[in-house]
């Protein structure tokens, strides 16, 4: 250890001033002034190790050297040439001048170092062999043999043996382990620095944790030593260790809540705060009762309600808290009106249609939520701030009544939009869209596009109308020309369609969705690669009144886990080819299920049945007919290749199908978990009769990945045709989003 320079002070010793002094007092002075030097001796003989700043080390001074040869032969005189010596001088008030050297400072005998010298400091290593001392820890532990809870390789808890004098200790130990620091150090040297800090951090915590459960009188007990008692060598990392009393747990003393016995729905709301006194305390109790009050406080009228942050008052002498949670229900409010911001845009009447509540009902928070999650679900606003407005105060037992202030920030509502893409069901494909999205308020959309590729071209408008009538019914009518050229037929049409529809969007899945509509077609087709001996294109002009129905009771839209899927269709259509007119009934039914066996590996299959009757094959244009083969038909085949087929080897459709699908999604380890292996079989039939044709079953079967992309999954599958036809490919490749059914 360097030692450290001490300041010694010089005190003068003071003197009284006499006429005489006898020798006996001057010899008790002397007597004094010699014991004063001694002490003063051995204090310059302590630090005599130590140099004076620019002064050599001098020897021990001795009693003869302290006493003044004057003081011995003559007292009298010597003291008093002392006390005139001592007396104050004459000021002379004369300045000085500036170059004027100053006089001799009294008493500094010291002369100042002109040349000082002083030794290089000496740099010292770092001590890289310090480790915790590894003695026996049992003899400092409280708990000898309490049960001992590893966190880590380097931080372990002792609790009582007895489990009820602490019985929340896993779920202690558990939340303690996600926020102790401790765990986070590697064990390195670098790491050994910092864990006697860390640990008193994690006493803290523990202290705080304990305060959550109700101990507030816990005894925590830090250790820091080898992580493994009774180590003798310090060759291991060290180790901390806490030994915990947790002590009475508090009780739940009184409770105020403020005004809340001025509501209505007083015994109801005090239940959803289910504490009372003499409730063991815990803190994640209390705030979780009043998340649960403040939300049937909205669920139940009160729009203005007002809730303190909770206070708890900690009695020690009485081993209980007590809880003060200042509410303040302000009133219970029915809803009479909706107040949009922007009228001409999207008006008050229009979002009380869209509403899940009618005027006169009480007031609702999740209602008011689900109203704002709609209109920013029209696409037309980029935000939309909801905000209760008292119009009349409660009377009398009687509700209030509040307006809905909306505030609209308009988006921007022009689309444009183009997609350039390859598929091995529609080939080379470009596509481009213009859309204003409020062209005829309120949500009157128009939309033109157009479709330029090998098998297909289109252009089409669109007219749409989201919420028309009701909350997620739309209005549709689109009108098209277009060119169809597939591996069945090739067809030429101009269509007006128009659609009434209550469907499932991505945010609003619904468990019932149906549409009815009209649909008046008139097409040029024939069978492809027709040459000069097959028939000229038919024209057929066929009107039809669609309606379909689909109960769903899946968990999500895209990637079901969990449910049923039940579908169907029923179209009455009346065709007119050559003078001859028919008319038939398209019908089909589909049916999909899905069972989660765990959360790696769901199991799903589909089933499909179709039939048309009431007229021959012939009398229905080959693009109304059923076929099957595909992505999201019967994989391993190409679009449209199962089935019958005309005298030149084409796919002729027919009026009845069937079809089913079994797959099994089991989840991987890869990417995250999210990368699925999916092996699948298939299989489809169609008859040219309208009962189902069982004979000429095709089956395929194969390999497909999902990768979870957080929006909806990626599909690529690979499939065979397990009994393949002639024209049939050996593989099949099918890549979109979503599953395949």
Same mark, same amino acid.
Not at 417 to 437: C, D, L, P, T
């Given at each position: ?269 005090? &239940? ?186 289109? &252009? +089409? ?51 019932? +969705? ?95 049945? +179709? ?24 994989? +391993? ?11 030149? &080897? ?92």
């Amino acid at each position: 250890m360097k030692p450290t320079l001490l300041p010694i002070l010089r005190q003068p010793i003071k003197t009284e001033r006499r006429s005489s002094i006898p020798a006996s007092v001057v010899k008790a002075r002397i007597d004094a002034a010699a014991r004063s030097a001694a002490s003063l001796a051995a204090g310059v003989v302590f630090f005599s190790a130590l140099p004076a700043c620019g002064q050599e080390t001098a020897s021990p001074l001795r009693l003869d050297d302290l006493i003044p040869d004057a003081a011995v032969n003559n007292p009298d005189d010597w003291a008093a040439d002392a006390t005139q010596s001592r007396a104050s001088p004459v000021q002379d008030d004369t300045p000085s001048a500036r170059d004027t050297p100053m006089a001799d400072v009294p008493e500094l005998t010291i002369g100042w170092p002109e040349d000082l010298s002083l030794p290089p400091i000496e740099t010292l290593d770092p001590e890289t062999d310090i480790a915790f001392a590894r003695e026996a820890l049992a003899s400092q532990l409280i708990l000898q043999n309490g049960t001992v809870e590893a966190i880590g390789s380097t931080l372990t808890i002792a609790f009582p043996a007895d489990f009820a004098a602490f019985p929340l200790r896993q779920e202690f130990v558990s939340r303690f382990k996600t926020l102790s620091t401790i765990t986070d150090l590697s064990g390195t040297a670098e790491s050994v620095a910092q864990l006697a800090a860390r640990a008193r951090a994690d006493e803290t915590l523990l202290t705080d944790l304990l305060r959550v459960y109700g101990y507030y009188d816990a005894q925590i007990t830090r250790t820091i030593g080898s992580a493994a008692s009774g180590a003798s060598e310090a060759d291991g990392p060290p180790g901390v260790r806490f030994d915990i009393i947790p002590g009475q747990r508090y009780t739940v003393g009184a409770i105020d809540l403020g005004q809340l016995h001025t509501a209505p729905d007083f015994a109801y709301l005090r &239940g959803q705060f289910p504490i009372a006194s003499g409730d063991l305390l815990s803190s994640d109790t209390i705030v979780s009762s009043q998340l649960s009050l403040n939300l049937a406080l909205g669920e139940t009228g009160y729009p203005f309600a007002e809730i303190d942050p909770p206070q708890l008052l900690i009695d020690h002498s009485r081993s209980e808290g007590d809880i003060t949670l200042a509410v303040r229900p302000n009133g219970k409010y029915v809803i009479a009106a909706i107040v949009s911001s922007e009228p001409d845009f999207l008006s008050g009447q229009h979002l009380a249609t869209i509403a899940r509540f009618d005027a006169g009902d009480i007031y609702q928070r999740s209602l008011v939520t689900d109203l704002r999650r709609a209109i920013t679900a029209t696409g037309l606003v980029s935000s939309a701030t909801i905000t209760p407005r008292e119009l009349t105060p409660p009377t009398r037992g009687r509700p209030g009544s509040a307006a809905l202030d909306i505030d609209l920030t308009k988006a921007k509502l022009r689309t444009i939009a183009g997609a350039i893409g390859y598929g091995a069901e529609e080939g080379v494909r470009v596509q481009a869209s213009w859309e204003h999205r409020n062209l005829f308020p309120p949500e009157g959309a128009l939309k033109l596009r157009g479709i330029l590729g090998t098998k297909e071209q289109l &252009g +089409g408008i669109t007219f749409r109308k989201n919420n028309f009538g009701g909350r997620d019914r739309v209005l549709t009518f689109d009108a098209f020309v277009s060119t169809l050229d597939s591996d069945a037929f090739d067809a030429q049409s101009i269509a007006l369609i128009g659609t009434y529809e209550r469907a499932s969007t991505l945010l609003f899945q619904k468990q019932l +969705g149906w549409s009815v509509g009209f649909e008046l077609v008139g097409s040029r087709e024939r069978a492809p690669n027709a040459g000069a001996t097959q028939p000229r294109r038919e024209t057929f002009l066929t009107g039809a009144v669609p309606a379909t129905i689909l109960y769903d009771t899946t968990d999500d839209l895209l990637n079901p886990s969990q449910g049923f899927r039940l579908g169907g269709r029923l179209s009455p259509e009346i065709s007119r080819n050559s003078g001859t007119q028919s008319i038939y009934i398209r019908t089909q039914f589909d049916a999909s299920a899905y069972h989660s066996v765990n959360p790696g590996l769901v199991l799903a299959g589909r089933v499909r049945l +179709g039939t048309i009757p009431g007229t021959s094959l012939d009398n229905i244009a080959p693009s109304r007919r059923y076929y099957a083969g595909g992505g999201s038909s019967v994989r +391993g085949y190409g679009f449209q290749q199962i089935g019958p087929r005309d005298t030149a &080897g084409a796919p002729s459709g027919g009026r009845s199908v069937v079809e089913s699908a079994l797959e099994a999604r089991i989840k991987t380890g890869f990417f995250g978990g999210a990368l699925w292996a999916v092996p699948f079989i298939d299989a489809g039939s169609i008859g040219s009769d309208p009962a189902p044709d069982f004979d000429d079953i095709r089956f395929g079967a194969g390999l497909g990945i999902r990768y979870d992309s957080g929006f909806g999954p990626l599909r690529v599958d690979v499939g065979v045709p397990l009994n393949p036809g002639p024209n049939d490919n050996p593989v099949a490749v099918y890549v979109s989003l979503g599953q395949a059914f």
